[in-house]
């Protein structure tokens, strides 16, 4: 029999029974819908943590200094500055991939403008900080290799410090700032970062030369790096090697025999990032799982469904069998039903899916992700569960004995 | 070449553990034009004869010939297809699809057949036509009467023009009057060279037929050959019910 022949039959049984037949369709498009709005959920809070951790720089290393030991006591880690400005030059240069190396030498300061006055954290660093935190200057410029060098009284100030010191919406370059007692020319404005993941403030913080920090601010302890050194390694997927490029590379310049304690430690970021992804997926995995179970149960009200409409049609299907209806298409008819009815449940709940997921991202303040290969996965699936579901049921039709059926009351 | 040939046809089910000989060594032969009553009691066999006759069951033992092929030789598929070309079924309970219209009901076998759509309205309103029901195409089988019914199963055994009409108790559900209307359908379409098989209980019934096949405990026991009694409404129809073309149907087309 033609395809057409057997949609028609399959529609028109449907629509006959009009009622059950939008309760069954509605199992499938809550179970649809669910599949597509955990699966947006998930991939939205997913998308959500890796833009943190991209603000937070998924390159990103940090080198601690090592602790000191007192009297029997062993001191945490950069309780003693053991790194040179020699290591940060060689880790800078030496290591292929280390793309990046920033000293960060850190202090709490009063920072006054003319009419005003913030504490606030200044930061003496070099000009590489910026490209490992990819920091880009809302207003102005960022730090240069003339102001280190030169030790220049220049400063770039957070978002925040400016909204304190001069209002919102200034524009305070070129302006003069003391900070202490000493004046600094306003190089830059940083555009606002908003708040670490550990909730700590970006845009409270203005950042002035290293070589100035040491000279105007707090006396160095020569050689040493009186902080820590952040580094950028080339690619995010990078990290781990840089990580042991910068362990042996101090190793040996600190001269620590084989099994020796570190006087240093390396932190990687792109752990806790990669943990908290992992995290996001599971959860995307486990949402989506309870979805898919929803369609199951969907898929078994189907099944359910055209049970009791072969029973109900037996006779039916004895009269069709008798004017010469073959079991293929008995068959036919009945998987035509129930795919109708899945793909009919599939297009409602992708657009319901979409509609939820669209009110969630909104609701958490997510980015909308919709995959269309999730959208098609769903599609999909609701025929695979149509048809999946509607065989049996089609095969019991199909494998009716014709006398039988006909005898059927 | 006769339209069915039965040699020594055994048909036995498994009733529990007991074996129940349906049909125990029927002999038959049906030429085609012939029109033959088939009598007995209810356990006598002679349904499970119409099955076969009709291909929707298959002997246990025996040759059972249908237009010259023979049954226990044919799969599902092709005992189908004869179905659908070679015979036409009327059922005492006439088995209508109750939710569709009587035309749809007698396009059924040539939706089976492949005919295109526009070719199966003409066929099915032909045959409509011909049973006297072409004003009630558009009607539900709920919307019509039992004869009227039973006038639109006959347009479906027609429809797709088989050789075979096979009939089960055709007025077993009708009031006399109807029934002889009915009858008198069949025995015009036997005129036209319709071979008709039909099960009944009933004597007045089959005195309508040239033949009567009486059976018992799966035997054929008697095959005698009569002159038919005419089958006449005695009394005029109704002007509304269209009914008095039965008695002027024409040749099919």
Not at chain 1, 160 to 169: S, Y
Not at chain 1, 353 to 369: D, E, Q, T
Not at chain 2, 63 to 70: E, I, N, S, T, Y
Not at chain 2, 75 to 86: G, K, T, Y
């Amino acid at each position: 029999m033609r395809r057409r022949e057997t949609l028609r039959i399959a529609l028109g049984a449907l629509r006959r029974n009009r009622l059950r037949t939008v309760l069954t369709v509605m199992g499938v498009v809550i179970g649809t819908a669910s599949v597509l709005a955990m699966v947006a959920i998930g991939t939205g809070a997913r998308a959500r943590v890796a833009a943190t951790f991209e603000a937070m720089g998924t390159h990103m290393l940090i080198v601690l200094p090592g602790s000191i030991q007192a009297g029997g006591l062993q001191g945490g880690f950069g309780t003693e500055a053991t790194i040179t400005w020699g290591d940060v030059a060689a880790m800078a240069t030496q290591l292929p991939s280390v793309q990046a190396a920033a000293p960060v030498l850190r202090t709490s300061r009063n920072v006054q403008s003319e009419s005003d006055n913030w504490t606030t954290l200044v930061v003496g660093t070099t000009p590489a900080y910026f490209v490992i935190r990819d920091w880009r200057p809302r207003l102005g410029r960022l730090l240069d290799e003339s102001d280190e060098s030169s030790g220049a009284k220049v400063v770039v100030l957070g978002q925040r410090v400016v909204e304190r010191l001069f209002g919102a919406h200034a524009d305070p370059v070129g302006q003069r700032v003391r900070i202490g007692r000493i004046p600094f020319v306003i190089a830059g404005v940083l555009a606002e970062k908003g708040q670490s993941p550990m909730g700590q403030d970006w845009d409270d913080m203005v950042f002035v030369p290293g070589s100035t920090f040491r000279a105007k601010m707090q006396a160095g302890l020569g050689q040493f790096v009186d902080g820590v050194v952040l580094l950028r390694a080339v690619a995010a997927d990078q990290t781990t090697r840089s990580r042991s490029q910068v362990e042996s590379l101090l190793r040996e310049r600190h001269r620590i025999a084989p099994g020796g304690d570190d006087d240093f430690s390396v932190r990687d970021l792109s752990e806790i990032a990669t943990a908290q992804r992992q995290g996001a997926r599971v959860l995307t995995l486990l949402l989506a799982s309870i979805a898919a179970v929803s369609l199951l149960v969907g898929g078994i009200g189907i099944t359910n469904i055209m049970l009791v409409s072969v029973t109900e049609r037996t006779r039916e299907v004895g009269v069709r069998m008798a004017v010469g209806a073959r079991g293929r298409d008995i068959q036919g008819q009945f998987v035509a039903e129930a795919l109708v009815l899945a793909l009919a449940g599939g297009v409602a709940g992708l657009l319901l899916g979409v509609l939820a997921a669209w009110l969630m991202a909104r609701a958490f303040h997510w980015p909308l992700v919709l995959q269309p290969m999730v959208a098609l996965a769903a599609l999909g699936f609701s025929a695979v569960v149509g048809v999946g579901f509607g065989i049996y049921p089609a095969r019991r039709a199909a494998r009716l004995d014709p006398i039988e059926a006909l005898r059927f009351e | 070449m006769s339209l069915v040939t039965l040699q020594e046809v055994f048909r036995t089910y498994l009733s529990g553990s007991e074996e129940v000989r349906a049909l125990d060594g029927v002999s038959l032969e049906v030429e085609p034009g012939e029109s033959v009553a088939i009598m007995g009691a209810s356990g006598s066999g002679k349904s499970t004869l119409m099955n076969l006759l009709g291909c929707l069951d298959r002997p246990t033992r025996g040759r059972c010939l249908l237009a010259g092929r023979d049954l226990a030789q044919l799969s599902a598929d092709e005992r189908a297809s004869l179905r659908n070309r070679e015979v036409g079924f009327v059922f005492q309970q006439f088995n209508l699809l109750p939710r569709v219209t009587a035309q749809e009901n007698v396009e059924l076998p040539l939706v089976y057949a492949e005919v295109s759509p526009v070719e199966r309205r003409r066929r099915a309103l032909a045959a409509l036509d011909r049973v006297g029901l072409a004003q009630r195409a558009r009607h539900l089988p709920n919307q019509l009467s039992g004869g009227q019914q039973q006038r639109v199963a006959i347009a479906r055994a027609l429809v797709n023009r088989p050789r075979l009409l096979l009939a089960d108790e055709p007025t077993g559900n009708l009031d006399s009057r109807t029934s002889r209307r009915i009858m008198a359908l069949l025995q015009q379409l036997g005129r036209e060279g319709l071979t008709l098989v039909m099960v009944t209980h009933e004597p007045d019934v089959a005195r309508h037929a040239a033949r009567v096949l009486v059976m018992r405990d799966g035997r054929i026991v008697s095959d005698t050959r009569q002159v038919p009694v005419e089958a006449a409404e005695d009394e005029p129809a109704p002007a509304s019910t269209a009914m008095t073309t039965e008695s002027t149907v024409s040749l099919p087309t």
